[in-house]
């Protein structure tokens, strides 16, 4: 056999033994490279906004609907938004004001108003000459022993949208039930918070403190604080 002939049957049997070769086994990429840590789902931001009054005790929970007066936001009625050009007109026109007032205040839990209130709050800040108009307002309420100046400067407005007599009996009725027979101003106001008459002016809360001593329903025990035992 020849040279040539033996390249070729060594090249033939070389093509053969390629051909029924097993490939060999490529490795796994995926199995070798690290693990791809996921990003954690951005959080939703939609959230449900509540809105509160800031005049209302923050545990609740739900919006004050305050009513609007009976002619309506200045679209209905814009004449109510501005002091009569008549003088006929203005008695009537102011005492309407004061009505709707008291009706706010109670909605609100509001007991002090000042001119900052006809600043910022429905449907007040509609209102034309804001200073002239309170001191409207609040001359009438006055004058109607429904309402006080707080200060020498006529600023703030102490409105009773409900009497300190009936506060003395929501209070002696709350200390019955819930069991607080020993209290004093500051505790109302800070440590309970969350009642109707905590937000009364400390002023106030002490005169119904000495009501409820004057009543034969509590006793004193330090009159400079306003604490009171209550007697069952």
Not at 34 to 55: F, G, N, Y
Not at 105 to 131: C, D, M, R, W, Y
Not at 201 to 226: C, F, N, Q, T, Y
């Amino acid at each position: 056999m020849s040279v040539r002939e033996r390249k070729r049957e060594r090249k033939q049997k070389e093509t053969e033994e390629r051909r029924h070769a097993v490939p060999a086994e490529e490795p796994d990429v995926e199995a070798t490279l690290p693990p791809i840590e996921m990003e954690p789902e951005a959080l939703s931001t939609d959230a449900e906004v509540v809105v509160q009054h800031p005049h209302q005790p923050t545990t609740s929970a739900t919006e004050v609907k305050v009513p609007l007066p009976q002619w309506g936001g200045p679209d209905e009625s814009e004449w109510m938004y501005q002091i009569p050009v008549r003088k006929e007109d203005i008695e009537m026109w102011t005492e309407e004001w004061a009505d709707y007032v008291l009706e706010w205040a109670e909605a609100t839990g509001t007991h002090v108003i000042s001119v900052g209130v006809f600043i910022k709050e429905e449907p007040f800040k509609h209102l034309l000459n804001k200073g002239e108009v309170f001191k409207r307002i609040a001359e009438a309420l006055v004058a109607k022993d429904l309402a006080e100046w707080m200060d020498k400067k006529r600023k703030q407005l102490r409105v009773y949208w409900r009497p300190l007599e009936d506060w003395v009996d929501i209070i002696y009725a709350w200390a019955i039930e819930t069991g607080n027979v020993r209290m004093d101003v500051k505790s109302l106001v800070i440590q309970h918070g969350n009642t109707d008459f905590a937000t009364l002016p400390e002023k106030d809360l002490h005169k119904i403190m000495a009501m409820l001593v004057e009543r034969g329903l509590a006793e004193w025990v330090d009159r400079s604080k306003g604490a009171i035992v209550i007697t069952i």
